[in-house]
């Protein structure tokens, strides 16, 4: 009897079985031949505009945060106009070591959205196209070449000594090198405002007076306004690369700066390369003042166990009162509360003297390539030409006109209603763009060209609709007004550069080179002993363990293979200076 | 169950009374945070990012779940999901048996030495640039059979089914052999059913492996028709962390507030993600339990 | 006579020799795709000899020979680091050998418990938290131990202490703690196999104990116990020669510059190493150390569980 049962209950799984291998080989069927149909179409040269076959492009983007096929309203628009559907492949979701297993398999992708170090290792192994020739034959990206993608290019001396052009730098900014037009420093003393006003505008002095302040200032609004206590000061791990991140950046309120590709030195905009491992570096200035600030107990002492989100949540709350980068006032700060005076905001401090890099003038340490298995680069030229037109740059910034945003009378754009929520909100788009939501839909490589300081020839404004003569007009909260009059300028960036606080470097891009696997190890071990040392010193018993742990750091990082490691940031330094200097010449 | 009972003591009571309360304080632990989650995923989701959810769900809504469900491609993935988790696991339980069993038959040709050629494959790491290299060659890169073919023969599900075929009666065998059974017969005939139980602790862990596999898709898999359910939630997690701090820069800008009871942050779709991931198992389980039963040998022996 | 009786012989002796060829005919087939997808990739180890970097392909890489394995160690500070990570894994992978019983003790009271719905019901829910991943776990545990967490609330309400207890910076005990979670999270999933096991012991040995007036405690004891000590035996063999691998997402997720010493075990080590910029070939050199390490341990262990009980278990 039992027999039976189990009998049945077998041949039922056999059927399952046998439906489940029917569902996938049917789904199988479809994915070989949307997957591998679309290549075979005809080489570069020939038929340029012939679009009749559909095309599948693999993007290999470091830049991406999501791997899958690019759907909703900005794939239609691809589809519609190229007849290509994007791919995405992202190491981000993936893990790093995608990229060394497709490398190693010999194809990377289509097109390659990868790191100047990368394109680097690349050119030598014969990996991207030459695209010097196909570049010569576009409408818009030609218009770059002189300025932009040859110097970019010319720089990697090394492997590519004839300077053809084998990629394309991202987020270019065409201002100058020498300018800078976001409104705040990427990194510079932030406070809530309110709570400044309220414990009456202070004009603070230095570091320690900052401390005070804080102090004060905590003392006055212990909770926020979801009843949570207020942190003066958090931090956190998850960024920290060759050294902490948080110290990295607010060394820069002092002048200088931790370049991207060197662990072991700040660099300052007159040339003056510091260890950071040096008694004076602003590394230990800095390091310093937030051990100060957590015997003050105004560190968040969560600081070391939390993670990025736990941070976003507080700095949604209202519960920090100091922060640095730009875009954390985002969390919070909305035009309603900004109506209210309520919102944070840029407060200079005294004696800072902030080294800032201009707009990407040469672009941002990533470059577009493409692979040189691709099938169809006449195409993806094309893609990539359209990409940097201001059509292509309209839509991929900012979506549609009549949706997102609208012309306005003096010939500028404005955005709409829907498109002011449209990406928090997820607006569905409607089904003749393509459907879905706008957040969803929009465009996942991640990285642009010509970035959004690119200038629209119609309206002579930014791409990016922050900094619309509109959308300014309708920021104009109390907020931003009542800061406008206690600073007298209109923005930070302005205060700090009429009050001559800030020194604007050129915004030098290039590879500066990968390290052997010696230096590769040292690096990361001595990354890795800098850190946690770091953190030990912010939290520190007292000054006499401060002290302790940063003189055992100096002896025990040269036992790490420290020397080594410095000399060839040094060099890296140097080049960065000379390229500076050069930059500055040929203004 | 026998009729006869075993003498108790005091012993015996204090040991009951014991067992009962510390079963119930570890089951309690093991289910709270689970609870937690639950509770969670249910509630506001800025009331839950204050921490403030901790015994009953507050101000109750679905939309969690519903965004979810919205993933595009994961009702593809689901299938994808399903399909390798039973095809995956018939194969796995069946290799299993197979080799458990045979195994144990000195008569095969060097077995001790093939056994251990299968044993120690478990400590072994390549890396992963030679092991994608290979299924590269085999090619199996964005290919169904990638997530079946590799984990087939499982040392360590071998290893589980021999212990427990050792463990019966030698009698079973030999009274088949007489009778004129082949290997083959016997395995399928008789060593299948004893085996049950250890055959459904087998399917069960080899089920939840393929469930919760993503790591092979990770490197192998780049078609997107290809991806399991755990990738396509993996990478939900992932874009969502990095919207979160796109739309907050978008925020500087903007009139509106979005409503932050249906906002979703990270955590949130974490703790939906594990109970939709998890669901599933769950219902599954109780299905394998039926098979942790006595009573399958007494006849068998006396017989 | 003779002739034929020695027929008979060469005969049985061929259909011997036959049989085992024809079995290993039935397990070829499993051992090819071993062979595929186990073996086949391990050539991949030479990279540990050369200095490898994708994309220059292998051909034109530099050959180190034993550089890596030596670079482990070539400084004092280095050393010091290594000897560190070794004591953790030692630490953590010796608390759970010293453990690693309680599944069985589980497995086992679990069966004592008359009643069947409370023990199923045990059962499946003490198995929840093996599907909670460990980035989730983390955040449970950041939500009840953190310094405005659940844990610290409560103890400040019943005025234990002033000032939060920070638990998750924490340095001391970290091996004990890390144990802990792990055995929440693992101890009703393992006993799974145990579970199995015991429903496959004969139920005449247990009649013949209660024939004999035994206690519960002495069936346990001469009964279920013996019948699952050749899986246990087996398991712990498994567990000692896995004894370097500890795994790697639990440490990562509650690492922090606080604990980090004590919590660093040799797979975050190895992690950290790779993912800070360290080369490709490295990380091949330790998992290849790694992997002949716990055969060498696999067998030695056998070896000794030969001497010690008679029989080994591989």
Redesign the interface.
């Known amino acids: 009897m039992i027999k039976d049962r189990l009998f049945s209950r077998k041949a039922w799984i056999v059927c399952l079985t046998i439906l489940m291998v029917a569902a996938v080989v049917l789904a199988g069927c479809k994915s070989s031949s949307g997957g591998g149909g679309g290549g075979s179409g005809s080489s570069g040269s020939s038929g340029s505009n012939d679009y009749s076959e559909h095309l599948t492009i693999t993007v290999f983007s470091n830049a991406a945060n999501y791997q899958g096929e690019q759907t909703g309203w900005y794939g239609k628009l691809l589809k519609d106009k190229f007849n290509i559907t994007l791919n995405i492949l992202a190491p981000q979701v993936a893990g790093s070591q995608l990229y060394n297993t497709r490398v190693a398999g010999g194809d990377l992708g289509d097109i390659l959205v990868i790191d100047n170090s990368q394109l680097e290792e690349l050119i030598p192994a014969g990996m991207v196209l030459d695209l010097t020739d196909m570049i010569q034959n576009t409408k818009h990206l030609s218009q770059y070449v002189e300025k932009h993608f040859k110097p970019f290019n010319s720089s990697f001396t090394e492997v590519n000594p004839e300077g053809r052009i084998y990629a394309m730098p991202t987020f270019i900014a065409p201002t100058s090198p020498t300018t800078f037009s976001e409104e705040l420093p990427y990194s510079s003393p932030i406070l809530p405002w309110d709570y400044y006003q309220g414990i009456g505008a202070p004009k603070i002095n230095d570091l320690d007076h900052l401390l005070e302040v804080l102090k004060t200032m905590r003392d006055q609004y212990p909770k926020a306004p979801n009843g949570l206590p207020t942190i003066p000061i958090t931090l956190w791990k998850d960024w920290d690369g060759g050294s902490m991140e948080n110290v990295r950046w607010i060394s820069n309120w002092y002048g200088y700066e931790h370049p991207e590709g060197t662990t072991t030195i700040q660099l300052s905009a007159s040339g003056d390369i510091m260890p950071l491992i040096d008694d004076r570096s602003n590394y230990k200035k800095v390091l310093q003042f937030l051990f100060k600030a957590n015997q003050m107990g105004l560190v968040d002492p969560d600081s070391a166990a939390q993670d990025w989100n736990k941070v976003a949540e507080k700095l949604t709350n209202k519960q920090v009162l100091l922060l640095w980068y730009t875009w954390q006032r985002g969390f919070y700060n909305t035009i309603a509360r900004g109506m209210n005076g309520d919102g944070y905001a840029a407060v200079p401090i005294a004696d800072v003297h902030i080294l800032q890099t201009s707009d990407a003038y040469y672009g941002n340490g990533r470059v577009f390539a493409i692979g040189s298995k691709a099938k169809n680069p006449q195409r993806i030229m094309d893609f990539l030409d359209w990409y940097v037109s201001p059509e292509g740059l309209r839509y991929t910034i900012n979506g549609f006109e009549g949706f997102n945003y609208e012309r306005t009378e003096d010939g500028k754009f404005r955005l709409t209603e829907i498109g002011q929520t449209a990406f928090q909100d997820n607006t569905p788009v409607p089904d003749e763009y393509g459907g879905g939501g706008y957040q969803d839909g929009q465009y996942k490589i991640n990285s642009l060209i010509i970035g959004d300081f690119g200038t629209d020839p119609e309206t002579g404004e930014f791409y990016n609709s922050n900094y619309w003569s509109h959308t300014l007009a309708a920021n104009d909260t109390k907020l931003r007004q009542e800061w406008q009059q206690m600073f007298g300028t209109t923005n930070a960036t302005e205060y700090y550069i009429k009050n001559n606080m800030i020194d604007i470097v050129p915004n030098i891009n290039t590879s500066l080179g990968s390290d052997s696997s010696d230096i590769k190890n040292k690096r990361s071990q001595i990354s890795d002993y800098v850190k946690d040392a770091s953190w030990k010193m912010v939290f520190a018993k007292d000054q006499a363990e401060f002290d302790q742990l940063w003189s055992k750091m100096q002896t025990d990082v040269k036992g790490l293979g420290w020397d080594d490691v410095f000399a060839v940031d040094s060099e890296r330094a140097q080049k960065i200076i000379r390229l500076r200097a050069e930059a500055l010449a040929n203004q | 169950m026998t009729a006869l009972r075993r003498s108790t003591d005091v012993t015996d009571i204090i040991i009951t009374i014991l067992t009962y309360v510390l079963f119930s304080a570890f089951t309690f632990i093991c289910v709270y945070p689970f609870y937690y989650i639950i509770i969670n995923t249910i509630s506001a989701n800025d009331i839950s990012a204050r921490g403030e959810v901790i015994f009953w769900p507050k101000q109750v809504h679905f939309q969690n779940y519903i965004d979810i469900f919205k993933v595009p491609g994961l009702w593809n993935a689901l299938m994808i999901s399903i399909s390798r988790t039973v095809l995956g696991t018939t194969l796995t339980v069946g290799a299993s048996a197979f080799l458990g069993y045979m195994f144990t038959k000195d008569k095969i040709w060097m077995r001790k030495f093939w056994y251990r050629f299968t044993i120690i494959t478990m400590f072994f790491n390549a890396g992963i640039i030679p092991w994608y290299l290979t299924m590269k060659t085999l090619g199996l890169t964005n290919n169904f059979l990638a997530y079946i073919l590799p984990t087939i023969v499982a040392p360590f599900y071998i290893i589980l089914v021999k212990t427990f075929v050792e463990s019966t009666p030698k009698e079973l065998q030999q009274a088949a052999t007489i009778d004129g059974a082949g290997t083959l017969m016997i395995f399928w005939r008789i060593m299948l059913p004893i085996c049950k139980p250890i055959l459904a602790t087998v399917a069960i862990f080899s089920a939840v492996d393929q469930w919760n596999a993503f790591q092979d898709t990770l490197l192998l898999v780049t078609d997107s028709n290809l991806y399991s359910l755990q990738f396509i939630l993996y990478n939900y997690i992932k874009q969502a962390s990095s919207l979160s701090t796109l739309v907050n820069l978008q925020n500087a800008g903007s009139t509106a507030i979005a409503s932050l009871a249906t906002e979703q942050t990270t955590t949130s779709i974490r703790m939906t993600v594990t109970i939709i991931v998890v669901a599933p198992i769950m219902f599954v389980y109780p299905i394998f339990q039926r098979f942790f039963v006595k009573g399958i040998m007494i006849g068998a022996v006396k017989g | 006579m003779t002739a034929i009786g020695g027929d008979r012989l060469r005969t049985k002796r061929r259909s011997?020799k036959n049989?085992?060829?024809i079995?290993?005919l039935?397990?070829l087939p499993?051992?090819i795709?071993?062979a595929?997808?186990?073996?086949?990739?391990?050539?991949?180890?030479i990279?540990a000899f050369f200095?490898y970097?994708?994309?220059?392909p292998l051909s034109k890489s530099p050959f180190v020979g034993f550089k890596w394995f030596a670079?482990l160690v070539e400084?004092?500070?280095?050393i010091d680091?290594l000897i560190q990570v070794i004591k953790n894994t030692f630490g953590i992978s010796g608390l759970m050998l010293m453990f690693s019983w309680l599944p069985m003790i589980f497995a086992i009271?679990?069966n004592?418990?008359r009643a069947v719905r409370?023990r199923?019901?045990?059962?499946?829910?003490?198995?929840?938290?093996?599907?909670?991943?460990w980035?989730?776990?983390y955040?449970?545990a950041?939500?009840m131990f953190?310094?405005?967490?659940?844990v610290n609330g409560l103890l400040r309400q019943l005025g234990a202490i002033d000032s939060?207890i920070?638990f998750?910076?924490d340095s001391s005990h970290v091996w004990l703690t890390m144990w802990m979670w792990i055995t929440?999270k693992s101890?009703?999933w393992s006993a799974?196999?145990y579970?199995?096991?015991i429903?496959?012991?004969?139920?005449?040995l247990?009649?013949a104990?209660?024939?004999d007036?035994?206690?519960?405690?002495q069936?346990i004891w001469h009964v279920t116990l013996p019948?699952l000590l050749?899986?246990y035996f087996?398991l712990l063999v498994?567990q000692v020669?896995?004894f370097l691998?500890n795994g790697l997402e639990q440490y990562f997720v509650f690492q922090?510059?606080?604990n980090?010493e004590y919590i660093q075990v040799l797979d975050l080590y190895v992690y950290?190493?790779?993912?800070?910029?360290?080369?490709?070939?490295?990380?091949?050199a330790i998992?290849m150390m790694?992997?002949l390490i716990?055969?060498a341990l696999?067998f030695s262990v056998n070896q000794l569980s030969k001497w010690l009980r008679g029989e080994g278990v591989?």
């Open positions: 011997l049989e085992s060829a079995h290993f039935y397990i499993f051992l795709l071993l595929i997808f186990a073996y086949l990739p391990l050539y991949g180890w990279y200095d970097k994708p994309p220059i670079s400084t004092q500070v280095k680091q009271f679990l004592e418990i409370f199923k019901a045990v059962q499946t829910l003490t198995t929840l938290p093996n599907f909670i991943s980035v989730l776990v955040s449970i950041f939500a953190s310094s405005e967490g659940m939060p920070l998750l910076q929440w101890l009703g799974i196999m579970i199995a096991a429903t496959s012991i004969d139920e005449s247990y009649e104990a209660y024939v007036g035994a206690t519960r405690m069936v019948s050749p899986t087996v498994l020669a896995n691998n922090n510059a606080f980090k950290n190493l790779a993912i800070g910029g360290g080369s490709y070939s490295v990380s091949v998992s790694k992997s716990s055969v696999l591989v």
